[in-house]
């Protein structure tokens, strides 16, 4: 597993493996999204309760799921960086911040939409998301960090030093939302019966969530590229204007 | 140690002559409290529910307002470099820095806190947890600061970018603080959210301490 994470920070090795795999991802994305959102969306049942808003959760679950992922790869992504000086493991965390942060505001967007008509309301300061407000926040500071220096590879660094400083802080900062949240609002808005979810469904859902992962990976690779061949031109422009004084 | 106790000494002096940054944190936290009856209105009632979020928020802002500079001058005059090719390890002297910083900032915050507290009419049975929760949670102010501070040095724009670092990851600090007061207030347990402050300052000062002296080096290199 290591070695084979280690294998990729070779960037040609690393365009190999992007241009083999990207295919692969895309088509399990059309078919994943495609049919869990055909399941989901018409085919699927509605809740006895919530009625049809029920289907906002066939794009909010899998949304927050990526969210979350998606930060602690780009935290292992930032370690691996520091650690052992991969580039290309810092510039992939870097082209995957915007992804995470997207998913992050599906995640906050769709809940709005979905607390609106369940709970009437479109903001409550709900455990769950509050803290994924927070992991918003991050995701902001990290990309604000990154971007805030002339010097690119300075502003990664330290970009991924907060990534890492916000890893370790991110269960803290559920575990302490949880806790306020119960001081707070005892339990009267929380959803009942949360554990158990019909397989009607719970495959559906799976099946989005496996759609979503797919279309996680095929983004990022995109991205990946494209950031390597940014820092690539730059490189180049420098070396360039470097000979020409 | 003779290092330890020099940065603390230069620090605190640099902080308390004229044009400190010292005496200005506490006129901003004394002045910034002071506007919140102005936003909520006069009602003691709402004030006295209010009272140890407005105080905490505002000790949090406080310690913000002096952090920009914590290392951007050591930068520029050279002395950080100084420091860290020192023999004493880096971490020990970001503590040093941390703790003129927390004497500056969050100990005069402490010691106002029950001023402002009867100013905005907090239950007198909830100042003495309201003075050990700042105590306790103050120095993580600095200490998490002192993170913020490091990772934008040589940054364009520092001063906003240090809001949007620190202020999330502050977070867990002020739930507590404040879960401290409000447990009085209410009358719930009051030691499980103190413990759990102080178990935040004790596990984060090690992990802030390293984090910063790896943003100081890299902003030298």
């Known amino acids: ?46 809740d006895y309760q919530q009625g049809d808003t029920v289907r906002v959760m066939y794009v909010h679950v899998p949304a927050a799921w990526m969210a979350m992922a998606c930060y602690a790869l780009m935290a292992l992504l930032s370690a691996s960086f520091l650690v052992w000086k991969h580039q290309l493991a810092g510039i992939a965390a870097l082209a995957a911040a915007p992804v995470g942060a997207c998913f992050t505001a599906i995640a906050l967007i769709t809940g709005s939409l979905w607390g609106k008509p369940t709970w009437g309301t479109w903001w409550v300061w709900d455990a769950r998301l509050t803290s994924v407000l927070v992991l918003f926040f991050l995701y902001l500071g990290y990309m604000a960090l990154a971007g805030a220096f002339d010097d690119r590879l300075r502003g990664l660094r330290a970009a991924s030093l907060l990534a890492l400083v916000g890893i370790i802080n991110l269960p803290i900062i559920k575990f ?21 979810i019909h397989a009607s469904m719970l495959w559906p859902l799976a099946i989005t969530a496996l759609g979503f992962a797919a279309f996680l990976v095929a983004i990022l690779l995109v991205r990946i590229r494209s950031e390597l061949a940014l820092w690539r031109t730059e490189a180049l422009m420098r070396r360039q204007t470097r000979g020409m004084t | 140690m003779t290092t330890f106790g020099a940065l603390v000494r230069r620090d605190l002096a640099l902080a308390t002559l004229r044009g400190g940054d010292a005496a200005l944190t506490l006129v901003f936290f004394v002045v910034a409290v002071a506007v919140f009856p102005f936003g909520v209105g006069p009602d003691p009632d709402l004030l006295a529910r209010i009272s140890a979020g407005i105080i905490w928020v505002t000790a949090l802002l406080a310690s913000m307002t002096s952090l920009e500079r914590l290392y951007r001058v050591d930068l520029e005059d050279g002395s950080l470099e100084i420091m860290a090719l020192s023999a004493q390890p880096l971490e020990l002297q970001v503590a040093a820095k941390c703790l003129a910083h927390w004497v500056t900032s969050g100990l005069p915050v402490v010691v106002l806190s029950p001023l402002m507290a009867m100013l905005i009419n907090l239950d007198m049975a909830a100042w003495w947890i309201l003075i050990v929760s700042l105590a306790i949670g103050t120095p993580v102010l600095s200490l998490v600061g002192s993170i913020g501070g490091a990772l934008v040095l040589g940054a364009r724009k520092s001063g906003a970018l240090i809001g949007l670092i620190v202020l999330p990851l502050q977070v867990p600090v002020l739930i507590f603080g404040i879960g401290a007061v409000e447990a009085v207030l209410r009358g719930g347990p009051v030691w499980p959210p103190l413990l759990i402050e102080a178990a935040i300052l004790i596990a984060g000062t090690p992990l802030a301490l390293w984090a910063s002296a790896v943003a100081l080096r890299m902003a030298i290199e």
């Open chain 1, 176 to 196: 302490s939302v949880d806790w306020w949240n119960t001081l707070h609002q005892p339990a009267s808005i929380l959803r009942a019966g949360g554990p158990s």
């Open chain 1, 1 to 46: 597993m290591t070695t084979s994470f280690h294998r990729l920070a070779n960037p040609a090795r690393f365009q190999k493996f992007a241009r083999r795999a990207l295919p692969w991802s895309w088509a399990v994305a059309v078919l994943g999204l495609g049919s869990g959102f055909v399941w989901g969306l018409a085919l699927s049942p509605a």
